[in-house]
């Protein structure tokens, strides 16, 4: 049984960091598609860095940012940097059994597993 548990999110000021991870347990499909997703109170849940064997995927708007990288035990990470406002949302880890397709960030049901979400609040 595939498990997701994210963990490290805060409050935290702008400008400041914050390292995300996700710990996966069960998960042991290679080459396929993990990612970071959030979802901002009033909004729909957005993704914002995905990863599959070695390529890295981002959202523009965390674009230079944000850099999603995975252990050799499947586990994701999402490192923060120059966090803003406007990224303040609960934060989910995603996963599913084949590699990222076009247009992933806006497709949640492509992804079959997901964890039950941080909360990152970034205040000015």
């Known amino acids: 049984q595939v498990q997701l548990v994210e963990s490290g999110g805060g409050s935290v000021q702008t400008g400041a960091s914050l390292r995300l991870s996700c710990a996966a347990s069960?998960?042991?499909?290679?080459?396929?598609?993990m990612g970071w997703f959030r979802q901002a109170p009033g909004k729909e849940r957005e993704g914002v860095a995905a990863?599959?064997?070695?390529?890295r995927y981002y959202d523009h708007s965390v674009q230079g940012r944000f850099t999603i990288s995975q252990d050799n035990a499947k586990n994701l990470y999402l490192q923060m940097t120059s966090l803003q406002p406007e990224d303040t949302a609960t934060y989910y880890c995603?996963?599913?059994?084949?590699?990222?397709?076009?247009?992933?960030?806006?497709?949640?049901?492509?992804?079959?597993?997901w964890g039950q979400g941080t909360q990152v609040t970034v205040s000015s």
């Open positions: 995603a996963a599913d059994r084949g590699r990222c397709p076009a247009g992933w960030a806006h497709l949640l049901s492509f992804f079959y597993y």
């Open positions: 990863i599959d064997t070695a390529t």
């Open positions: 069960g998960y042991t499909y290679s080459s396929a598609c």
